[in-house]
């Protein structure tokens, strides 16, 4: 710009043009806005005309090659309601000032690739794609009610602190994508509450420095497999994926929302894919709802987060994998995970639950059915030792309970029959009371049985003869190992013969049992 070095825009610059010139070396704003809201709605008002129009050309040179700053000012480019005509080309270009347009519409797609910048503010722009991969922002990267109708890629570029997208539009762009961020890095926070998706939103393997809040967001892609594809993403506070508002209105979305304003829920037609992240705080899935079809999943394989609130007013209505997943405190409702067949979650560990008054143990024992058709012992031991740690042991050994329960299923049918015989005797160990329980009926009946009968003969008339006891026969007949001195100094015959062998008999089963209890229960606190 060998002209506007000298301190006039060049001879070619139409009036506006010179206009807009002139508020760069102020570093003011050119608002073209006429003030009337429907002739200046840049995302649905009428086309409009040379008054209000720049070429992208013109605003490349401004950007890349600008005049200086009128003496204590500092250039920067502002426009407010103005149309950019023709393609404007910034890839691989470095802009020094500082950029803010407001209210305005581009002709063709905004190219950034490879481009460096200190920082960009789009609010409420209209325009057909923006193509920025590789950008490099130092600031902040703004993209507020924005209209964008062909897509947005922002692979591999770097945000130095914020990246805003609250209330963006953005429709389906190349390959089905309608922002595609894969590797993004973003130096602190990524708020892109309330946008509305048509397209895949893809942010694989990118890195978020502060947290991803996705709060009222309505993302759609149900021809494609996945809505949200955020697999390999680090996020080094929270993700977000629940209610939102309109923070311009309600005062912001961080803090509760109030009692006047709507909100929305997270919507997302289509899968969701969280494979492999990493999550420094929380991840939150609340207030949120998933219309999925076909093969499509809420997928969160192998995920880390020390949180997890997954409380759905309504489960997905596809399937939910947990499968791989660490989380350090469970935070659920019964009603947001999906029916038998559909919940997958093969080796998913947490440490803590939230309390059996908001998740029932009986609920809860139906989710693990819901997430194993075929038996498997690890999720039930999971679960029993978050209960242990929680100080409900009682619990627990319902949970270990019935585990065996279901591992009976599996057994031949001898297995099954002793597996049964265990259950109702001692509860597979987890219920030793009953052994108590079942010894003083069997010894009531067969004290009351040889009472009422007459005293059996000496075993040996020449020796040593008890006083009979009926009580302390029927005892020494139940207990297997300890002798009282009755048993064997009687002689039964007839039918009497065949109840004491019985009692023998299941003196010893009752004491097989517990003792197998009481062993599995030392191993467990060993």
């Not at 949970?399 to 005797?425: C, F, K, S």
Request: aromatic fraction near 6%.
């Amino acid at each position: 710009m060998t002209e506007a070095a000298g301190g006039t825009p060049p001879q070619d610059w139409t009036p506006v043009e010179r206009r807009m010139w002139q508020a760069f070396r102020e570093g003011r704003t050119c608002d073209l806005r006429t003030g009337r809201a429907g002739e200046d709605d840049p995302l649905a008002g009428p086309v409009w005309g040379p008054d209000r129009t720049v070429r992208a050309q013109a605003v490349a040179e401004l950007l890349l090659d600008g005049p200086p700053a009128v003496p204590g000012r500092v250039t920067a480019l502002k426009l407010a309601g103005v149309r950019i005509s023709g393609r404007l080309m910034l890839a691989g270009g470095t802009v020094t000032p500082y950029v803010q347009l407001d209210d305005c519409r581009f002709d063709d797609p905004l190219m950034l690739q490879e481009c460096r910048i200190g920082s960009m503010r789009l609010v409420r722009c209209r325009m057909p794609r923006l193509d920025a991969a590789r950008l490099q922002v130092g600031g902040d990267l703004h993209l507020p009610q924005c209209l964008i109708t062909d897509g947005v890629r922002l692979a591999d570029a770097h945000i130095g602190t914020d990246l805003l997208l609250n209330q963006l539009t953005v429709r389906r762009g190349r390959a089905s994508r309608a922002f595609a961020a894969d590797g993004l890095t973003v130096g602190q926070d990524v708020d892109a509450e309330l946008i509305d998706f048509s397209g895949e939103f893809s942010l694989r393997s990118a890195r978020i420095g502060g947290r991803l809040s996705l709060r009222g967001a309505t993302l759609r892609n149900p021809g494609g497999r996945q809505a949200l594809n955020a697999a390999r993403i680090t996020v080094e506070h929270t993700l977000y994926l629940s209610g939102g508002w309109n923070a311009l209105s309600a005062g912001g979305g961080s803090a509760p929302p109030p009692e006047d304003v709507t909100v929305l829920p997270f919507t997302c037609h289509g899968g969701l894919r969280l494979d492999d992240g990493r999550f420094g705080n929380a991840v939150i899935i609340s207030r949120a709802r998933f219309v999925l079809a076909g093969e499509q999943q809420v997928s969160l394989r192998r995920i880390q987060t020390p949180e997890l609130c997954f409380t759905l007013p309504r489960a997905p209505e596809g399937g939910v994998v947990l499968s791989g997943a660490r989380v350090g405190k469970l935070n659920d409702t019964p009603s947001a995970w999906p029916s038998a067949g559909r919940l997958r979650m093969t080796g998913f560990s947490y440490d803590t639950l939230p309390p059996l008054a908001d998740f029932p143990l009986r609920e809860r024992l139906g989710w693990l059915a819901a997430a194993t058709p075929e038996f498997r012992p690890e999720p039930y031991e999971r679960l029993a030792a978050a209960l242990r740690a929680a100080g409900e042991d009682t619990e627990a050994r319902e949970v270990l309970l019935a585990r065996q329960r279901r591992r009976r299923e599996t057994l031949t049918p001898a297995g099954r029959v002793w597996g049964w015989l265990q259950d109702i005797t001692v509860g597979y160990g987890y219920r030793p009371g009953r052994a108590a329980v079942w010894m003083a009926v069997l010894w009531a009946l067969g004290a009351l049985y040889f009472a009422l009968h007459p005293t059996p003969a000496a075993a040996d008339a020449g020796g040593y003869r008890p006083h009979w006891s009926p009580a302390l026969y029927a005892l020494d007949l139940l207990l297997p190992v300890i002798d009282l001195g009755q048993d064997n100094a009687w002689r039964e015959t007839g039918v009497a013969q065949w109840v004491a062998s019985l009692l023998t008999l299941l003196g010893w089963m009752l004491a097989t049992t517990a003792a197998a209890g009481a062993s599995r229960l030392l191993r467990r606190g060993t």
